[in-house]
């Protein structure tokens, strides 16, 4: 839970992580999709998404754009303790590995993703994708691109700027 930065140790600020997982309640994507953040800290989260019959693939399994989504969502989480304030990140790349069908409208998947790497503009993030026996169905790897989205005159349009202070300086 703790980063370094410098010679300062940061900690995320547990109210700040608690509004913003709350915030994330009402993405019109996490909605539709039936995720929810489950868990988040300086360098892991948690996701889970309660599946859909509609998220069929036509085949009886869940289509596996669904499953990439979840992925996509998890890892930005895993990365968001390393973002500065005025920092957000996009997908460069994801890789998936496909284990295990799941079945929509009848699973409960859960994706956990760790930080692996942060660099200057690139943050390198691993997932995995249980079912809710503790199946892996899903592994993957993200690229993430880092940057000032809002540094500058763009301060007043991040979304997050009515949060309490993202980090607790130790």
Known sequence: NILRKGLVMRVLNPEHCRLLMEMSE???SYQMLG???VQMDMDS???EMHTKSEMDN???IMHGGMVASLLDTVVWWAAYGSFEVEEDA???SLNIDYVKPVIPGQDIVIAKARLVRRGRTIAIVDTDCYNEKGQLVAR???KLFVT???GGENASKNPRASLP???LEK
Do not use: D, E, N, Q
């Open 26 to 28: 009402g993405i019109a």
């Open 35 to 37: 995720m929810h953040v």
């Open 45 to 47: 989260a948690t996701v």
């Open 58 to 60: 036509g085949s009886g």
């Open 90 to 92: 996009v997908t460069l």
């Open 140 to 142: 993957g790897s993200a």
């Open 148 to 150: 000032a989205r809002y």
């Open 165 to 167: 202070p993202k980090f």
